[in-house]
Every structure is written in C-alpha cells, then in structure tokens.
C-alpha cells in the first residue's frame, strides 16, 4: 500500500515535470486556455454565487443567534464583522474549493481519461506532441488564474447573503451590518485567503488530472478514475490547508 502510494507519487511529480513546460504554439495554447476558463471558471459562477448567498445568511444568522444567547452583550454590528471574517477565512477559499474540487476536479478526470482510453493522447504522443503540456497546462493556468475571481466573487455575495438576511429577519439594522463589514480586518488575513485559493486551485486542476491521464482500461475505469480524483483532491485540499494555517497564521 504505501509502496504504491509512491509511486503514485513519483509518476505525479514526473507528469507536472512534463506539463509545466513552455507549450510548442503559444497560439493553440491561448485558444486551449480559453476554452479551459469558460468550461472551468466561467460555467461555475452559477453554482458559486447561489452557495454563497445561502451560506452567507446562514452564517450571518447563526452570529446572531450566538451573540444574543451570549452572557455579555455583543453589539449587533459584529454580525457584520463576523460574517465577513468567516468567510474571508474558511468558508469561500475552503469550502467553495471543495465544491469546486467535485465539479470541477469530475470533469477534468473524465474527460482526459476518456482521451486516454480512446487513444487520442496515444495519437498526440505519436504525431510528437506533448500530450500533458498539451491537456494539463492550459487546465492548471485557468484554475490558478480564475479561482482567485471566484472565491472574491464568492466572498462579496456572502456579505450580501447576511445583508440580505437581516433584511428578511429584522435581528439587525442594515446600518448595524454595514458598519460591522467596514470595522479592520488584518491584511494577513486576505493575503492567507488567497494564497490558500492558489494553492487549492493548483490542486484542483493537478490531482484530477493526474487520474483521468492513467486511466487503465475502459470507460467503466473512467468513472472508478473520477471518483478517485475527487476523493484525493479533497484529502489533499484539507492536507494543504492545515499546512497553510500552520504556516501564515501562527
């Protein structure tokens, strides 16, 4: 077992070390990157923005209700506050990377192991192409550059999530919620937001990846390989995030 979990390890370092090169036409790689932003990032934005506004309230609410059950009286303006910290901090780096590691990380691991098992990367290897500088790279560029926009995307609407909840509820003031979104918040704590994303979304765009291109046998070992992948790619998120926060904020 943990003589094949190396390996799996060496073949994934060796497999980054063939898709982190300089593509062979920058022109077929700008048109493969757009492709991957619109089928990776942009067909998210649904699913991100509708998670958020729910979360966000229900955050928001559950602040609340701590806070009035608290012995000490807390002012309704740190609703606000507290709302934004839990999602600047965890909610939207972590969780919405998480989400995206299902929807995302399935489609990667599908569709690279359904060129795998139909031969088309065997026909790229063959006509001199480097298949996972070819299928990866363009795959890994697009997550670390669009899942930043998400998870700021992701954070915005939260706010307006609890914003909306106190419209809803009447626990709190609009003024009481936008006063407490305004109060400081360390820089450390964006800069540690971010740099998560990037790590998460390298993660997302590598691991699948990694799987749909072994794919061993038919399309029955497709759906074991996707299964697979989003698996360790949550594993391996919630590893990195324990790593990150160990690291930045202590």
């Not at 060496?10 to 593509?23: D, T």
């Not at 790689?29 to 619109?38: A, G, Q, V």
């Not at 990866?136 to 307006?160: M, R």
């Amino acid at each position: 077992m943990l003589k094949k979990f190396f390996t799996a390890v060496g073949e994934y370092i060796i497999l980054l070390g063939k898709s982190m090169q300089k593509p062979q036409k920058m022109k077929v790689f700008w048109k493969l990157l757009m492709r991957e932003i619109n089928d990776l990032g942009v067909n998210s934005f649904g699913l991100v923005i509708f998670t958020s506004i729910f979360v966000g309230a229900v955050v928001a609410i559950q602040m609340f209700n701590n806070f009035d059950a608290s012995s000490f009286p807390i002012p309704p303006s740190f609703v606000g506050y507290a709302t934004k910290a839990v999602l600047v901090l965890e909610f939207s780096p972590t969780i919405i990377s998480l989400i995206l590691a299902g929807k995302v990380g399935s489609y990667i691991a599908s569709s690279i192991g359904t060129m795998r098992v139909s031969e088309q990367i065997d026909a790229l290897d063959i006509m001199g192409v480097n298949s996972p500088n070819f299928l990866i790279f363009p795959k890994i560029v697009a997550c670390v550059i669009f899942n930043p926009l998400l998870i700021a995307i992701s954070i915005v609407f939260g706010i307006g999530g609890g914003y909306i909840a106190g419209i809803l509820t009447g626990n709190w003031t609009t003024n009481d919620y936008i006063v407490g979104i305004q109060m400081y918040m360390p820089n450390l704590f964006i800069y540690y937001a971010f740099t998560k994303t990037i790590v998460f979304a390298f993660i997302i765009a590598t691991v699948p990846s990694y799987f749909g291109y072994n794919v061993k046998g038919g399309s029955l070992e497709v759906g074991r390989a996707s299964t697979q992948a989003v698996v360790w790619t949550m594993v391996f998120i919630i590893l990195s995030e324990l790593l990150l926060t160990q690291l930045i904020l202590s």
